[in-house]
């Protein structure tokens, strides 16, 4: 089975400060990895995805992510951040043969409150 | 392009009612997965169909069940509530590619996130 931890619950930030939010995953097969926000009372919006090829992924609003692969580790990087970041985040995982496993269901986190103060 | 949409967006219900709770999935897309996101956690798959078959469930009851309907949009039935059911009930579409399936190779196919339904079971 697979599982993904969020080793944080909550990240206070001051603006323009840099922000890592950490995630470590567990599966012993290949996975696709995910982080998504959530904005209040909104739905999930995915910010990067790790399939395949390099391991660093740069996704949207200047976020990056980091897999590796030894550590199991996909953690989730801003060099400066913005008031708009707030939000919740969450990372999580599927399954690379999605379609013969229960449907490419995502595995999430239990997601990170990025608070970011001025 | 219209973009997954859900209604109802709040929902008040008693324990033992039932609600049913609707998806449109995305243009062009056939495959819609549903998620319950109780406060403070992060969302946990009910199922998925695709083209009007149910293709994975996760750990949840029979009582929570779903319909999807040859224009792809979807239904989530949930009979007997109970209190822990209050949750944020998110629907995702995506789109899937039935070549390279049947080749047997990975695909990917990158799910789209409704607003949510928020049902609130008292």
Known sequence: ?118 | ETGVTQSPTHLIKTRGQQVTLRCSSQSGHNTVSWYQQALGQGPQFIFQYYREEENGRGNFPPRFSGLQFPNYSSELNVNALELDDSALYLCASSSRDRENLLAGGNSYNEQFFGPGTRLTVL
């Open chain 1, 1 to 118: 089975a697979q599982s993904v931890t969020q080793l944080d619950s909550q990240v206070p930030v001051f603006e323009e400060a840099p922000v890592e939010l950490r995630c470590n995953y567990s599966s012993s097969v290949s996975v696709y990895l995910f982080w998504y926000v959530q904005y209040p009372n909104q739905g999930l919006q995915l910010l990067l995805k790790y399939l395949s090829g390099s391991t660093l992924v740069k996704g949207i609003n200047g976020f990056e992510a980091e897999f590796n692969k030894s550590q199991t580790s996909f953690h989730l990087r801003k060099p400066s951040v913005h008031i708009s970041d707030t939000a919740e985040y969450f990372c999580a995982v599927r399954l690379a043969l999605s379609f013969y496993n229960q449907g490419g269901k995502l595995i999430f986190g239990q997601g990170t409150e990025l608070s970011v103060k001025p």
